[in-house]
């Protein structure tokens, strides 16, 4: 069973806060909200093979939370010694997104309904952030979430000069909060999201929901790690709770 409290002092100590105080949820999509993430490898592969790039599958769960276009840069970097150019990164991406659309629908994650249900219910303010900027998965939010994130409560590709790991993302996402860091909770399913949260000085929540082991998700920065969506929603009350409730 994990030890919260000793966790929850661990961390305020580290960080230098007075106290945490979870008055916003910062979370991630893909991975995360969705099991979208053997889709967006596979599209990703196959537009790569179209490319002449050489890419393997699941390196493409290490790039999540990267924007599209930082990602068809780091391809042209390693394959062809070049940045990409403004004109390939929006062609591949594109081409990228009309190969996504081609594949099985992808669902929600288990228990991933059941957490944003709780965050409603004791008031938290709700931030999607994602590197992402595909509208076939966005646009499923409001009927696959309902109430959960407001249109002005989103940030994605499209609202950062900096994707994941560079904190930017879930520092516009304490902005639209109207939060500190010391009252934001962060969730995200990869280390490059994790370490942008963290960097950003939000309890940053790991969760495992594919082939990235948990080591990689404590080593970017969570300060707890569960093994799936279910298993964190199942603990999320008493993580408030506790937060809610230690003294120092």
């Known amino acids: 069973?994990?030890?919260?409290?000793?966790?929850?002092?661990?961390?305020?100590l580290r960080r230098r806060y007075r106290r945490l105080q979870p008055l916003a949820a910062l979370v991630d999509m893909d991975g995360t909200l969705y099991d979208s993430m053997d889709n967006h490898a596979t599209a990703w592969e196959l537009m790569c093979k179209e490319a002449g790039l050489s890419v393997s599958?699941?390196?493409?769960?290490?790039?999540?939370?990267?924007?599209?276009?930082?990602?068809?840069?780091l391809l042209m970097q390693r394959c062809f010694n070049r940045h990409a150019t403004q004109d390939e990164c929006e062609k591949l991406y594109h081409r990228k997104t009309e190969i996504f659309k081609t594949l099985p629908e992808v669902k929600?994650?288990?228990?991933?309904?059941?957490?944003?249900?709780?965050?409603?219910?004791?008031?938290?303010?709700r931030v999607l952030v994602?590197?992402?900027?595909?509208?076939?998965l966005l646009g499923r939010l409001d009927k696959d979430f309902p109430d959960v994130f407001d249109k002005g409560m989103r940030v994605t590709s499209r609202d950062v000069t900096h994707g994941k790991p560079h904190p930017e993302p879930f520092i516009r996402g304490m902005q639209l909060a109207d939060v500190t860091p010391s009252q934001a909770i962060a969730?995200?399913?990869a280390p490059l999201g994790v370490k942008s949260a963290a960097t950003a000085g939000a309890f940053?929540?790991?969760?495992?929901?594919g082939p990235v082991p948990r080591a990689e998700l404590e080593a970017a920065g969570a300060a707890i790690v569960y093994d799936s969506m279910r298993e964190c929603a199942d603990a999320f009350p008493q993580l408030l709770y506790d937060m809610l409730t230690l003294t120092l």
Request: charged share 25%.
């Open 57 to 73: 599958h699941d390196e493409f769960f290490l790039y999540e939370g990267m924007t599209g276009a930082q990602t068809i840069d």
């Open 204 to 209: 940053t929540i790991g969760v495992v929901t």
């Open 108 to 125: 929600p994650m288990e228990g991933a309904k059941d957490l944003t249900e709780i965050m409603k219910e004791v008031g938290m303010r």
């Open 1 to 12: 069973m994990t030890d919260n409290k000793a966790i929850l002092s661990d961390y305020i």
């Open 130 to 136: 994602t590197g992402s900027g595909q509208s076939s």
């Open 187 to 189: 969730i995200d399913n």
